[in-house]
Structures are given as C-alpha cells and as structure tokens.
C-alpha cells in the first residue's frame, strides 16, 4: 500500500472542503482522480503534498505520515502542478541541477537520465534558457522532465494533458508505464476522460468534497449498471443524479 | 476613447498620490530641503566665483538643456489586455494616444520651464544674455520637447517601417542642432528650428498614420518599462506589490556560482544566490545602498560619524534583505521538495553574511581612504564586524524563525 488517504476532512480554511475523504494507490498503480471543478481535486492532491494539513484523518506514504518524518515523505514524492511553475532565475540547467540537490541524486547518473528526457522532450538545447522564454507547454515539460529524474516512489501529476502537445502527451504516458512497472505509484487528476479510461488502472470519482464511487471500470459499470460503457457517460450520470 | 483615457489617468493619478504620499513623508521632506537648500546655496556660491567669457559656458548650458529636453517620457497608460480588447477601435485609439500625448506634455515641460529657470542666472553671468533671450530659448526649449513627444507619437504607428523615428541618437542629434543654433548664434534661431520641426514632423504625421497600425506590442513594452521604473523609484520608500524586477543572465557572475556544490544541504544557496545576483530587486537595493553609502563616507569627516553611518548603511541593507528570505514561497517546489526548514535559514544566514561582508569590506575602505585618523578606521572595522555578526547570525535567525512559526 503505496499511499492510504484515510478519513480525512481538510479545506484551506477552517470550512471544510473535502469531507470525510478515503482512498489508495497501491505500488504500481494509476490512479485517476476525476471530478469537476471544485469538486475538491487540487485540495485532495494539496494535501497529500503537504502544502495543506488535514482538519482530521491521516495520509500515510509507506508506512510514514508528514508529521512523523517530513524528509521521508516528501522524499518519496514527486510533483507536478496543473500550471508550470519555475524558479524565474535559474535557467532549465539549474532547474534540474536544484532538483537533483534536493533529492539528493547522484549527480552523473542523474544527468545521463536528464539528457534522455531532455531529448524525448525536445527541451536538450534549451539547457541555457530563462523560464522567461518558454511557452507554457515548454514550461510543462520542464516539470515533467524534473518530476521523472527523481526515483519517487509515488508521482502526483495535476491535469497533464492539457497544454501539451499529442506527441508529448504520448511520451508522458511512456515514462508513466514505465515507472509504473518499476514499481512506482501514480495519482493523476485530470477532465481528459476518455484518455483516463484508457491507461488508469483505476479511478477516485470525487463530487462535492466526497468520494462517490472508486474502482476499476468494471467495478464502476456493475455499481451502476444504467450509466453506459464509457467512463464519460458513468461520470455524466453520477453528476445529475446529484443535480436533480 | 478621450474618455477611457481620462478614466484611465484619474486611476493613475490616484495611485501615484497613494505612493507621494508614502514617499514624501516627514522625515523625506525634511532631508530634501536640506538637500535643496544647501545644493542653492552651493550654486550661488559658484556664480559669485564665475565671469563672463569662459569659452566652455554655452557648451554646458548646451549639455544640460539637451539632456533636459530628453526627459519627461510618452505616458500612454496602455495595457498588456488592450491589444486584445482595442485592437477593433485601432482607429478610434488615435484619439486617446492623442489625449495621451497632451498629457504627457504637462510633467515634461514643467522640467524644462525649471531647468532653464534654473540654468538662467548661470547663463546670464558667464555669456551676458539679457532676460529676453533667455526667455527665447525657453521657448524654443518647449516647442523642441513638443516636438520630440510628437515623435514618440509618431512612433506608436508603423509610419516609418522598421526605423523609428524616435530613436535616442535621432531626439539627442535634433536636441544638439537645435539648440547649438541657438546658442552660438540667437536664441530665436532655435524658436525658428524647433518650430520647423515640430510643425514638419505633426504635418507629416496627420498625412500618415490613418494608414498604418499601431505597434501595440511595443507600446505595451514601452509603458510599462515607464511604469516599472516609476515603481521602482516609490520601491525605495515602500512595498510595490507589482515589482517584480527583472531578471538578467549575468553570465560573467557564473564563475563565483561553482563555488557553491551542487549538494543536498546547499540547495537554498544555490537557489539564493542565483535569485540575489540575477533578479534586480535585491541586488540593486544593495548595489544602490552600498553606492550611495560609499559616495557619502567619502565626502564625510570627523572622527565618529564615519563609524556611525557605515554601521547605519550596513544596518539598512541587512534590515532591507529579510523579506528575500521569502522570495520563493510562492514557487510550490520549496515546501514540496526534501528539504529541511533549517537548512533553508541556514544557506540564508551564509548569503547574508557573505553580502553584508563585502558591502561593509567596500564602506570600510572608503573610511580608510577619506580619513586620516588610524583610529577612526579601526573603531570603524570593529564596529562593522560586530554589527555584521550580529545581524547576520543573531538577529536574522531570531526573525525569520518567528515568521516561519507564525505560518505553520
């Protein structure tokens, strides 16, 4: 058991967002994490990333939860936001040369992993530029590229597909197989559903601060036999039972 | 559009009263009359000592007046949204640039009325130039700054192609012509000049620029280099929440960066380090106060206020150097990645004790050199390294970690 959300109640002030939240990602997993808009997504992943602390319940990651040995946890994970952020002084060189400091990678072997997702990614002579001079699908590479030279254990990627371009939409989904069969967990929110369908290997639905159902496709059309094949049309029909 | 303009100036001008206020305070007002009082009085002193005929007197009026002529900027107040909101009323944005250019007239010939008011009695002692004359050439000073505003208007069009027309070596080349003529030979030669200019270049602008585009991303450009160095200026006085400086490679700097290692507990001065040196913002408040401190120990005597104003100095930019410690909070990657909060404040502790080194080294030499008292330069270095100790690894941790608590 990779990483267990158990019970937990947390928002950004003292209302609570998410409501009694629980779920896993086992190791080797793909977890999709779906729902609309403030439907408590970036909450969630706040605060398994420990940005945000849990009114009440645990998030644990390998056995360790951020209270018992922050640098443990925070070692295990690796991050990518919804929008790029970048250091606005250093350039992509030093963004990786930062990122291997801080999970303490050893440095050749890190770079000869950097200099392949550099070139899958088309980014490997724009090794001297300022985060000033890239487009934002550039910018998102760079936090794919930086995430995936680390050995993390559990990856948290935020709405990928969005902004980036087929191709590289199709390499992400590579390095994500491949960490996958080494092993590595992965927790991904995303509205790209009909690509979620294809390569999660199961998924969180969360409505309104709470988990409506979660499971493997299949186990998500026998609990509602009426709602249709796709995992767009099981995700429409759990919407409106709510709206109307 | 004259409309939206005005809307637009009435905010502008709110804001600005927002900072004047901040910035004119007691204390600043005070300083800046002494300031002013003893800079009058030193330029009256000066005329006593100066005679008619020196052959160098018309070539620093010249000097001064054409670098007066180039200030007082293009204000267009236009925004980085506009090229998507107003780029249907191209037409129509004459009209505000227009309005624009009127009142950008205001603040720049105010400038050029004091300086030749200023540059007058210089004038009227060292080349004997009546009243009248002098009037002449503030004259011909206004219509020559109209004329150049003219040209950064010009410029907002593509009326000339890929050349602008208000290029600094083409407004500083009219300046000179201008007012050369109208130095060495009458003042109402440069009237004559300028008013030529002024008339040829608006002439020549109504026949063209119906036909041509505006160069929005430029003019978006322009304004708001204008607006960063206004709150640049007002970010020496107080917080500007819309600084955020900018950001220069600095490649010859690389050298002093390979002697931090790229290891786990340097992280935070690798990343401080770079921000410190490449971001304008903090180095430049260093920069600028060193500099400042440094001219000042110069011009200063006496025995203890050497000692006192580089502990001042070095006091300021230590104090002014705490908020960087935050520089990066919003970057999501500090409390995601593996790191220590204690390794943090200590990469911190390192780099401010390293800058308020070499700023207090600098202060130090220059007391040195300015004086001649042996003891004030020891007493000087004593004091310095005390305070620097104690700022730096004292008083810096003491601080920061009381703001780390209050978040967590």
Known sequence: ?244 | MTGLFKTRLQRHLREMAKYLRLVFNDFFVFALLFLLGGLGYGYSNMLKTLKTGYWWAPVVALLVLVIVAQIGRFATLIEDADRVFLLPKERAMHAYLVAARRYSQGLAQATQVIAVFLLAPFMSVTMAWPVLSLVELGLAQIILKDALLRLDLASAYQVTGQTRMNRWEFKWLLSIIVLAAGLWTLPLVAVGLALILDIAVAVWFAQHWQKQQIRWREQIKIEDNRMLGIYRFFNMFTEVPMLSGTIKRRRYLDGLFKLIKPRHDKFYLYLYSRGMVRGSEFSGLVVRLTVIGMLLLYFVRGEWLPVILAALFIYLIGFQLLPFFQQYDDVVFTHVYPILPAQRLKSFVTLITLILSVAALLLWLVVVVANPHLMTAGVTLLVEVVEVWYLARIYTPQRLARSIENRA
């Open chain 1, 1 to 244: 058991m990779a990483l267990e959300v158990s019970h937990v109640v947390g928002g950004y002030s003292q209302i609570p967002v998410l409501k009694d939240i629980s779920f896993d990602v086992k190791d080797g997993e793909l977890v999709g994490l779906i729902g609309l808009n403030g439907a408590g997504k970036s909450t969630t992943i706040n605060h398994v990333i420990g940005l945000l602390t849990p009114h009440k319940g645990t998030i644990t990651l390998n056995g360790v939860t951020i209270d018992q040995d922050s640098q443990a946890y925070k070692q295990q994970i690796a991050y990518i936001p919804e929008t790029p952020v970048l250091y606005q002084e250093l350039t992509l060189r030093e963004h990786l040369e930062v990122t291997m400091m801080a999970y303490d990678l050893d440095h050749d072997q890190a770079w000869a992993t950097a200099h392949e997702l550099l070139k899958t990614f088309r980014l490997d002579n724009k090794l001297d530029w300022f985060p000033a001079n890239f487009s934002k699908g550039m910018k998102q590479k760079v936090m794919i590229v930086c995430a995936f030279l680390t050995q993390a254990k559990l990856f948290i990627i935020d709405e990928p597909f969005l902004g980036l371009d087929p191709l590289a939409v199709n390499d992400l989904l590579n390095l994500i197989e491949d960490r996958k069969k080494k092993g590595a967990s992965i927790l991904m929110s995303t509205h790209v559903l009909d690509t979620a369908q294809r390569y999660c290997d199961r998924f969180v639905l969360l409505h309104d601060g709470q988990v409506k159902t979660e499971g493997t496709l299949s186990e998500l059309q026998a609990a509602l036999p009426e709602a249709g094949e796709s995992l767009n049309d099981i995700y429409l029909s759990m919407t409106k039972v709510d709206r109307a």
